[in-house]
Structures are given as structure tokens and as C-alpha cells.
């Protein structure tokens, strides 16, 4: 069954990673797919090719989420090129982990202006759009660190927990509009980002995972499925944990 036909989606981050994994599902699902990156222009050209031959439309835009002008062109030009909006997913995001001792404040700034400011830049840019359709689903990439802190991960943990926030308080705002913005909270998904860490590390995690494995990008994009469909239609506000019974 396709749970997404005739819907469009906006997905920031999806040349690599779960993003990727989640406009793969999307079009599965018979969305139309508007994604963006930030410098991997030859796999956002290789995606835009795997999407549509879903037999949906799709492209990649370039555009920084962290800058707000950026972000009010981009869904300007979603909008045209697509003729309307139905799904935000705010999913790109970085990591710049040291321990607070060492962490630079350019570090600190810049994980916070990617990770969380992006959100508000996004969601601003489709408040108008959504609100006179009087319908939209707003999806936030969280974390399992940004529901319990990790050491290390000071200004990540603190730009996923800012999400949190910020979508209950959207949620509250714009239900009245039937739009609705909901965060997931995957635990350990094993993606470039993830491919950075210690593998020793990496071991343990996997061992302390009540369903002893690591997630799946497409783990993630599942959630998203669900969330961006009418399936959810009664469901805002809340936070998915997506991480193998991680926080249990
Ligand atoms: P990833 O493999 O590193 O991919 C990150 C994506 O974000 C890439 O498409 C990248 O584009 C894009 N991006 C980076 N900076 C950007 C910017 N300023 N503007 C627009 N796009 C930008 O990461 P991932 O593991 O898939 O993670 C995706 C999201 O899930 C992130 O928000 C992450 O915090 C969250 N998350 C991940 C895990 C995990 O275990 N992997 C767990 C919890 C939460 P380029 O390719 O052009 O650089």
C-alpha cells in the first residue's frame, strides 16, 4: 500500500544518511521528493535519478539550512517547481564532538546554528503555506541524546533537546491549523556520521541495544512514513523514539 501518493515532501539533508533513506521510502511511497544537500552535488544528481524512477518527481537543491534567507528561497522554490508542500523533514544535521573542557565556542555555535537553528529557519519558511492549506506534517530529526545528555556531546545533545522543544511549542501553535509537527529520536543508526566513532565503542552500544543491533536509515525513514501519512493524522506533539528499545 502507498501510504504517501500525491503528497510532497521537503527533506533537508538527504544526499547521505538516514535523509537518503527517508526520500528513498518516500518515494516508494508515491511522494514527490524535494531534497536538499549542502556540498555532495554529484550523489544529490544520483538520488534525484534512483527517485524518480519510483515514477515520482524529484529534485535536489542546494541550500544551507542554517541560513535563514536560504531556507525562505528554498521552499519559495519547492513551491513553484512542485506547485505546493505537504511535508517538512527537518533532518540535516553535524556533529563536532570534544568534551566541554576542550570544545571551542566556534564549535559550540556552529553545531547549535546547523542542527537547531535550521529547524526554526525551515519551519518558518513553511509556517504561511501550511497554515492557509490548513493541513502539513512537520517531522524533527532529534536524538536519543537529546532526550539523556551524552558526555562528549554538549552542543549536540543540547541542539537535539532544543528540538524538542521547539516542536511541542509548534505543535501547540498550529494545531488548530491541522498542522501538525512531531520529533523522532533515533538511537544508533549506522551512517557516515556513525562511522566516525571508535569501533570499540561502537561494539558496545550494539551489545547494550535490547534488540542487539544497530538501526537502519530506512528504520527511521519507516517512522517518518507513518508520521508524514494520514495514519498519524491525531498524533502532534509528540517525540518517536526510534532507537531498538535503547531508552527502555
Ligand atoms: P550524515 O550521514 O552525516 O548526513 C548528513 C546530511 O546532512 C548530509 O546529507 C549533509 O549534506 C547534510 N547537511 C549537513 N550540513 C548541512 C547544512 N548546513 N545544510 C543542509 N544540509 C546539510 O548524517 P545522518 O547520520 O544521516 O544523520 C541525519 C540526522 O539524524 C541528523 O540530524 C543527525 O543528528 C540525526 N541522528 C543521527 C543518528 C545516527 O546514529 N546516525 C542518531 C540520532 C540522530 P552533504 O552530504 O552535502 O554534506
Not at 41 to 58: P, Q, W
Not at 173 to 178: I, K, P, T
Not at 182 to 208: C, H, Q, Y
Request: contains cysteine; hydrophobic residues 40%; neutral net charge.
Amino acid at each position: 500500500m502507498k501510504l504517501l501518493e500525491n503528497k510532497t515532501a521537503l527533506i533537508t539533508g538527504a544526499s547521505r544518511g538516514i535523509g537518503k533513506g527517508i526520500a528513498m521510502e518516500f518515494a516508494r511511497h508515491g511522494a514527490h521528493v524535494a531534497f536538499t544537500y549542502n556540498a555532495s552535488a554529484e550523489a544529490a544528481k544520483a538520488l534525484e535519478a534512483e527517485l524518480e524512477g519510483f515514477g515520482v518527481k524529484a529534485r535536489g537543491y542546494q541550500s544551507n539550512a542554517a541560513d535563514f534567507d536560504a531556507a525562505q528561497q528554498l521552499v519559495k522554490d519547492v513551491i513553484e517547481d512542485f506547485g505546493g508542500l505537504d511535508i517538512l523533514i527537518n533532518n540535516a544535521g553535524i556533529t563536532k564532538d570534544n568534551l566541554l573542557m576542550r570544545i571551542s565556542e566556534e564549535d559550540f555555535d556552529k553545531v547549535i546554528e546547523v542542527n537547531l537553528k535550521s529547524v526554526f529557519n525551515l519551519t518558518k519558511a513553511v509556517l504561511r503555506p501550511m497554515l492557509k492549506q490548513r493541513s502539513g506534517s512537520i517531522i524533527n530529526m532529534s536524538s536519543v541524546v537529546g532526550v539523556k545528555g551524552n558526555a562528549g556531546q554538549t552542543n549536540y545533545a543540547a541542539s537535539k533537546a532544543g528540538i524538542l522543544g521547539f516542536t511541542k511549542s509548534v505543535a501547540l501553535e498550529l494545531g488548530s491549523r491541522n498542522v501538525r509537527c512531531n520529533a523522532i529520536a533515533p538511537g544508533f543508526i549506522e551512517t557516515e556520521m556513525t562511522a566516525k566513532l571508535d569501533p570499540k565503542t561502537v561494539d558496545s552500544w550494539r551489545d547494550s541495544i535490547p534488540l542487539k543491533r544497530g538501526g537502519t536509515p530506512e528504520d527511521v525513514a519507516n517512522a517518518c512514513v507513518f508520521l508524514g501519512s494520514d495514519m498519524s493524522a491525531y498524533i502532534t506533539g509528540q517525540t518517536l523514539n526510534v532507537d531498538g528499545g535503547m531508552l527502555t
